[in-house]
């Protein structure tokens, strides 16, 4: 290398050493953050807080699950009873009820309306017919059918009946007054009878079907005392019979039957509340089925179609089981079996950080980052199988589905986004086993949970746009769909089954990918963390602070692209990351808006108010960009790491142009303070007739006045863009640029900043140095290249020829005038 340190190198700095992983936590220097971040004790503690935090989420109060046995599907493995038991089958009890519901007859009410409203109809018959008689007699027999036809068609039609009014007249012609009213009243008294006896419907019991008809019939007082009840077409033979009985001859008893079967209806009516009632009565006489099964018993055989029954049977025998066991939520066999094999998978993952992470290891913030992540996941599924379990009790066929709603990829997605796909791989790991264990130790949603959390964590990492955590999400459920189908058909599960479980996993894992993007700013608001979605944000050029600089500062802000060029070229060179530097590189000069004239860059037509300040003053006002730029990020909430930047893009460098300008003015003013000058002592001067002079110390000019406050680069990037800062800015100072000027400019550069030990605090390897020299001397070198001059049209070159003519005449004739011209 071009440049070298005379002082001891720091430990830092020493070659092949390493520094924070990519993309990682940039956070400051202070003691607090070290000690949370390197400490062993965090450390631990950490990790028994996790264990214990896991534990008491997933398991505590855990019942097992047995089994995994669904409806209509190949039973996967035989259950044996290992004792005896019995238990109340509500399946079998239902069936009983049913059944014998279906054998309660219908329960009909008697009515006696249809009755009365004939009998009325009789009544106003007879007294029509009398009317008639008295106001139509007289006139004629034709006059008295005519008036008697038009009052029993309107009676006819008050009460609704399908009667002839022709033959209620050939009943008044056939009976006298006398004997019509006999064979009224007997009539009536028949039809009474009749309803007493009850009448009811045919429709209903030929609806029973062809067999015996079998009813209930009860009375007014609700009692089942009728047992003459006949059907409609009965009740009109029995009516025609004693109408027979009371005619003299047929052709009577064919008239008084036609009226008088007019008052024949059902009034035996179907009451559903009584026939609730006897169903009610028959069913509190049944007793509950109970089935007893022996230790040793099959309960059910591998590959048995699952019926209703069978899941009734295994339910009651796990719930027996349960009870027989130890109901301690801490001490019983399952917990205690959960819990061992989860610290025995959390004791390999903790070795495996420790030996093959070590990277993570050394960062606390980032295991405290996936350790939430992952308590996160695990909560949210423990409280969806739980709600699940309690909302579908009752519904098996969902119930099976359950398992596939689980977000298992939630983990996965954002430790691979915040942390790195390492971390994200073991997240999905913890989350898989410990879900499986939750499903009682079932092998099966471990894959699939695994397998769903690696392709989510692996398609988010390196992420830059929110939409593309949807994607991962989405291709987490599209994996988790396939292997659980690939599963199910394996098992022998039906097609219909698999469908449904395919698309719940689809489902779940778009909504995965939704929750992810919700969740990820509160984890870097948490965290202090920076992703590159958020970088990636922030490079818009319609940011309001980039806007402010393009209009107010625009000199700086060409700076700070060309100083993002720089750096994110370099970035790339050694693996660190091109888009942080080239967002902080956007930002790193903001607090040169509050006073834009100040800085060279941004002067015009030659006014520089630095000629009317002090070198201190001047001095102070560079210096004090800085701390304004670390205010506008702060107003603005720009990301913590872009603060950090703006604090250390100049570390504690001296501010060379204004010290040597002190310097130089305390000089000048030490030169004139010593200059001889006359003194009289007592109004006369002294006795060798020469004047006496005062010796002034020189000032003293103090460095610190001239420091930026700091602190010095504590990370890559941040060196990265503390070197191309200075490289941007002395390289506009370079007359020609040649690749020797170049290179021994920023040699120059990296050599004062190395003696300067602006380096000490950060974990760059010279390695890295001078991949960041190289890179820089290339990137300069393209930045201000040159360009050939255009050729020239012969109008162009005359009218210069005759320029150069004009400017020699005129010096000949200035020569000429000054009596310079020399003779010829």
Same mark, same amino acid.
């Given at each position: ?74 039973? #996967? ?230 019926? @209703? ?244 500062? #625009? ?83 720009? @990301? ?35 200059? @001889? ?33 700091? @602190?010095? #680069? ?111």
């Amino acid at each position: 290398m071009a440049f070298f340190r005379k002082k001891p190198a720091s430990r830092k700095l020493k070659d092949g050493s390493k520094g924070p992983r990519k993309g990682g936590n940039r956070g400051d220097a202070s003691a607090t953050t070290r000690f949370f971040e390197t400490s062993r004790l965090i450390e631990l503690g950490l990790f028994m807080l996790f264990s214990a935090l896991v534990v008491s989420i997933c398991f505590l109060g855990q019942e097992p699950k047995g089994p995994r046995i669904l409806l209509n599907q190949a039973a #996967p493995t035989r259950i044996v009873a290992d004792f005896d038991f019995e238990y109340e089958s509500k399946l079998l009890t239902e069936n009983a009820a049913a059944a014998a519901r279906a054998q309660v007859p219908p329960v009909f009410q008697r009515t006696f309306e249809p009755f009365e409203n004939f009998r009325n109809f009789i009544n106003d018959l007879n007294s029509s017919i009398a009317r008639n008689q008295i106001e139509f007699e007289r006139e004629g027999p034709e006059a008295f059918e005519a008036a008697l036809a038009a009052t029993a068609l309107a009676l006819i039609e008050q009460y609704q009946l399908e009667l002839e009014p022709q033959t209620i007249i050939e009943l008044t012609e056939q009976a006298s007054p006398r004997e019509r009213s006999t064979l009224f009243n007997d009539a009536l008294a028949v039809l009474k009878s009749l309803y007493e006896d009850g009448i009811y419907s045919p429709s209903r019991s030929d609806a029973m079907g062809s067999g015996v008809t079998v009813i209930q019939l009860v009375d007014e007082e609700g009692r089942y005392n009728m047992p003459n009840a006949r059907s409609l077409d009965d009740a009109l033979i029995a009516l025609r019979v004693r109408i027979n009985s009371l005619s003299r001859d047929s052709e009577t008893a064919r008239v008084l039957f036609d009226v008088v079967r007019e008052g024949l209806k059902p009034n035996l009516l179907y009451s559903a509340s009584g026939t609730t009632r006897a169903i009610q009565r028959v069913i509190e006489q049944l007793e509950p089925v109970r089935i007893a099964h022996r230790a040793g018993e099959t309960l059910i055989e591998p590959g048995a179609l699952v019926m @209703p029954a069978d899941l009734e049977r295994l339910a009651a025998y796990r719930t027996i089981e349960l009870k027989d066991r130890n109901t301690s939520m801490i001490f019983n066999l399952a917990f205690l079996e959960r819990v061992t094999l989860t610290l025995i998978l959390f004791i390999a993952i903790y070795i495996y950080v420790k030996q093959g992470l070590s990277e993570l290891h050394k960062r606390n913030r980032a295991i405290a980052i996936t350790a939430v992540s992952i308590l996160l996941n695990l909560l949210i599924v423990r409280i969806v199988m739980e709600l699940g379990e309690s909302a579908l009790v009752n519904n098996r066929p969902s119930l099976s589905m359950l398992p596939y709603v689980a977000p298992y990829a939630l983990a996965p997605i954002l430790v691979a986004v915040l942390v790195g796909s390492a971390p994200a791989v073991l997240s999905a790991l913890i989350v898989a086993v410990v879900f499986g264990l939750m499903q009682n130790n079932s092998v099966e949603f471990i894959l699939i949970a695994f397998i769903s959390g690696v392709v989510g964590g692996f398609v988010s990492v390196g992420t830059r746009t929110r939409s593309r955590l949807v994607r991962a999400g989405a291709m987490a459920g599209a994996t988790a769909a396939i292997a659980g189908a690939a599963i199910g058909l394996i098992n022998g599960y039906s097609v219909g089954l698999v469908g449904q479980q395919t698309l719940v996993a689809l489902i779940v894992g778009l909504l995965t990918g939704i929750l992810a993007v919700g969740l990820l700013p509160i984890f870097e608001s948490l965290f202090k963390i920076t992703t590159e979605i958020t970088l990636l944000e922030l490079t818009d050029f319609n940011h309001p602070l980039l806007r402010r600089m393009q209009m107010e500062a #625009p000199g700086s802000y060409h700076h700070s692209l060309m100083v993002a060029n720089l750096s994110e070229n370099a970035a790339a060179t050694i693996g660190a990351s091109p888009l942080l530097c080239r967002v902080c590189c956007l930002f790193h000069d903001i607090g040169k808006l509050v006073k834009p004239d100040y800085f060279t860059e941004n002067q015009h037509e030659g006014i520089n108010p630095h000629d009317a300040k002090n070198p201190s003053m001047s001095a102070l006002v560079i210096k004090a960009h800085v701390k304004e730029g670390v205010e506008i990020a702060r107003k603005n909430k720009l @990301p913590r790491v872009i603060v950090d930047v703006i604090r250390q893009h100049h570390g504690t460098t001296l501010i060379q142009y204004f010290f040597h300008q002190a310097k130089a003015k305390a000089h000048e003013d030490h030169e004139g303070a010593n200059r @001889p000058f006359p003194e009289k002592i007592n109004g006369a001067e002294n006795g060798n007739g020469k004047s006496k002079g005062k010796t002034h110390t020189p000032l003293r000019v103090e460095e610190s006045t001239y420091r930026y406050d700091g @602190p010095k #680069p504590q990370f890559k990037e941040s060196a990265i863009i503390f070197f191309a800062d200075s490289v941007e800015a002395a390289s506009r100072s370079l007359k020609k640029v040649t690749q020797p000027n170049v290179e021994d400019l920023i040699d120059r550069i990296f050599k004062d900043r190395i003696e300067d030990g602006q380096l000490d605090s950060c974990p760059l390897t010279f390695q890295e140095l001078d991949q960041i020299r190289k890179s820089f001397i290339y990137t300069v070198l393209n930045m201000l290249h040159a360009r050939i001059e255009y050729p020239k049209s012969d109008t162009e070159k005359a009218a210069e020829r005759e320029k150069a003519a004009q400017a020699e005449e005129s010096k000949v004739a200035t020569d000429a005038a000054s009596g310079n011209q020399q003779p010829i």
